[in-house]
Nanobody, 115 residues
Framework: QVQLVESGGGLVQPGGSLRLSCVAS????????MSWYRQAPGKQRELVAR???????NYAYSVKGRFTISRDNAKNTVYLQMNSLKPDDTAVYSC?????????WGKGTLVTVSS
């Protein structure tokens, strides 16, 4: 059974940091590109960051220089380190795995940036 379980969300003040984790099971994690998406209230879901199976990374312009995606294949885990958080970063962050037309989604974790 495929599972993607996110954790690490919560309430943080502007300028603060959070690290999200997504633990995968039920598929060959190392062979999949992993991504973090987010959806803010009333907005479309958007890609935040992606890391390929080989470790190449891509970021949305809005988070470049502030967020870092990484993966630990031994732990079947992908991370999103978020620094210098802004109120506009408030959203549900979801983990996504993809390979050759097959993809899986986690349920998401809520990040709220507010003073």
């Amino acid at each position: 059974q495929v599972q993607l379980v996110e954790s690490g969300g919560g309430l943080v003040q502007p300028g603060g940091s959070l690290r999200l984790s997504c633990v995968a099971s039920g598929f060959t994690f190392s062979a999949y590109a992993m991504s973090w998406y987010r959806q803010a209230p009333g907005k479309q879901r958007e890609l935040v960051a992606r890391i390929s199976s080989g470790g190449s990374t891509n970021y949305a312009y809005s988070v470049k220089g502030r967020f870092t995606i990484s993966r630990d294949n031994a732990k079947n885990t992908v991370y999103l380190q978020m620094n210098s958080l802004k109120p506009d970063d408030t959203a549900v962050y979801s983990c996504h795995a993809a390979k050759f037309g097959m993809d899986y989604w986690g349920k998401g974790t809520l990040v709220t940036v507010s003073s």
